[in-house]
């Protein structure tokens, strides 16, 4: 039996629009509803982001640690700290060690009473600003090793962009999901499409619950014993 060999399949945007208006029974006729389209598209992964963790948005950050600095601004992309752990050593492989910070609140952060103790971090605040996102850390980095704050980071998904023919940065067992979420969105501002919203949400709810499955951690959970006292 002839196949063809190939694994590449792909949609670039113009395609998942497309799509999508097919799924509502509507036919794709202006630039307007192409923008639309593209914006509602960028307001689903927004809503993407809101669900909870996909392994496809998780990335490894680094950061040297100065003695006596507690508070380190990250990427602008980063949405959410996963994990963190601080490395000792990081370039001696007979002496290189990983401790796990422990994450805490903002309530619990500011009733350290003393933020600018040194030792050996242990704690870890995030602090999500919109902007300038930032780990602080407690205790404050002394200088009896070399430190290097290693972390687990969900970044933010791209946005679609004006080029029809970009590809949208998210895996293609997604595009299935994307394409029934983008056309439930598109149903609901078309009055032609709303008698289709309830099968559409349906399906699209059903695809979502099979990819977000599927792109789960596999591996045994692991608990981490709480420890009250700072």
Same mark, same amino acid.
């Given at each position: 039996?002839a196949?063809?060999g190939?694994t590449t399949f792909?949609?670039?945007l113009?395609?998942?629009?497309?799509e999508a208006?097919e799924?509502?029974?509507?036919?794709?006729?202006?630039?307007y509803?192409?923008?639309?389209?593209?914006r509602?598209?960028?307001?689903?992964?927004?809503?993407?982001?809101?669900?909870?963790l996909?392994?496809?948005t998780?990335e490894?950050g *680094?950061?040297?640690? $100065?003695e006596? =600095? !507690?508070s380190y601004?990250l990427d %602008?992309?980063?949405l959410?700290?996963?994990?963190a752990?601080?490395?000792?050593?990081a370039?001696? *492989?007979s002496?290189q $060690?990983?401790? =796990? !910070?422990?994450r805490?609140s903002? %309530?619990?952060?500011?009733?350290i009473?003393?933020?600018?103790?040194?030792?050996k971090?242990?704690?870890?605040?995030?602090d999500r600003?919109?902007?300038?996102?930032?780990?602080k850390?407690?205790?404050?980095p002394?200088?009896?090793?070399?430190?290097?704050?290693?972390y687990?980071y969900?970044?933010?998904?791209e946005d679609?962009?004006n080029?029809?023919t970009?590809?949208?940065?998210v895996?293609?067992?997604?595009?299935p999901?994307?394409?029934y979420g983008?056309?439930?969105?598109i149903?609901c501002k078309?009055n032609?499409?709303l008698?289709?919203?309830?099968?559409?949400?349906?399906k699209?709810?059903?695809l979502w619950?099979?990819?977000?499955d599927a792109d789960?951690e596999?591996?045994s959970v692991?608990f981490?014993?709480f420890?009250?006292?700072?």
């Amino acid at each position: 039996m002839a196949t063809s060999g190939t694994t590449t399949f792909n949609l670039d945007l113009s395609d998942i629009i497309e799509e999508a208006y097919e799924l509502c029974g509507l036919e794709l006729r202006s630039g307007y509803e192409y923008k639309t389209a593209r914006r509602a598209l960028d307001l689903l992964f927004l809503e993407w982001q809101n669900r909870g963790l996909n392994l496809f948005t998780v990335e490894t950050g *680094t950061q040297t640690l $100065t003695e006596g =600095t !507690l508070s380190y601004t990250l990427d %602008s992309n980063v949405l959410d700290i996963i994990e963190a752990f601080i490395r000792t050593d990081a370039d001696d *492989t007979s002496k290189q $060690t990983d401790q =796990t !910070l422990r994450r805490i609140s903002v %309530s619990e952060y500011a009733h350290i009473s003393n933020k600018l103790n040194k030792g050996k971090p242990s704690l870890f605040y995030f602090d999500r600003n919109i902007s300038t996102p930032a780990i602080k850390l407690w205790s404050s980095p002394d200088g009896n090793a070399t430190y290097t704050l290693v972390y687990y980071y969900v970044k933010k998904i791209e946005d679609t962009g004006n080029v029809g023919t970009n590809n949208t940065a998210v895996p293609t067992r997604y595009l299935p999901c994307m394409t029934y979420g983008l056309a439930y969105n598109i149903a609901c501002k078309n009055n032609d499409a709303l008698q289709k919203v309830p099968m559409i949400k349906q399906k699209y709810e059903e695809l979502w619950n099979d990819v977000s499955d599927a792109d789960r951690e596999r591996a045994s959970v692991r608990f981490v014993p709480f420890n009250n006292h700072i």
